[in-house]
């Protein structure tokens, strides 16, 4: 597997289970991939984050104007060699050509605290002015810290929670008011799944 989809499916593990993982990637890339190898992927990123604890980084995208840039950041708790359990923090920077696919696509990924990383991302974003981040999106889980992340770096940037968890939410919904595993739960999450799907574009 070469390292630019290595790094891909090493993303797609963030934001979610690894087995989901791979099933994502082969849908998306018509790539057979081993059970274990998005597990290896997330392990060789916290090693390389083991040997190198500030910061890997690659080159930020150069600004292209008024360009949508996409913007998307997750943590995901990795475990490191003699010091145990840490969060490690990884986002990307990418841009979208005319089938809807990603191109351009930079990642950065660090243990340290959330302020380093929101700097490392900021910078791989090219350092929008306030102004010009009306022109981006801000992919996340919604969580609290991503979403003070974005309103400190990407103020105007138009914010996207991501597929995997809404549908995760809407779960949580459906059995908060209905019964949970019930059929009236089932059928409820399902069919908004089913719209959010139709309405993104979304067919798997």
Known sequence: ???????????????????EAKKVYEELTRLKTARMTAH?????LAVAME????????????????????????GVMVRIREEGWKEAKVGSVYEVDSERKGVEIRYTATVGDRETFGRQLYR?????????????????????WLDEL?????????????????????????????EEGSG??????HEKIRFLRQRSGTTN
């Open 1 to 19: 597997m070469s390292v630019q989809k290595e790094k891909q499916l090493a993303l797609l593990a963030v934001h979610m289970p690894y087995e």
């Open 40 to 44: 290896r992927a997330v392990q060789r």
């Open 51 to 74: 040997e190198k604890p500030e910061a890997v980084v690659t080159e930020p995208i150069k600004g292209k104007g008024r360009t949508r840039r996409h913007v998307t950041a997750d």
């Open 124 to 144: 791989l974003a090219g350092e929008p002015e306030a102004s010009a981040t009306r022109w981006m999106t801000f992919v996340s889980d919604a969580a609290r």
């Open 150 to 178: 974005r309103d400190f770096s990407f103020p105007l940037a138009t914010r996207i929670v991501d597929f995997w968890h809404v549908t995760e939410y809407l779960w949580k919904v459906a059995n908060a008011f209905y």
């Open 184 to 189: 009236k739960a089932k059928a409820w999450a």
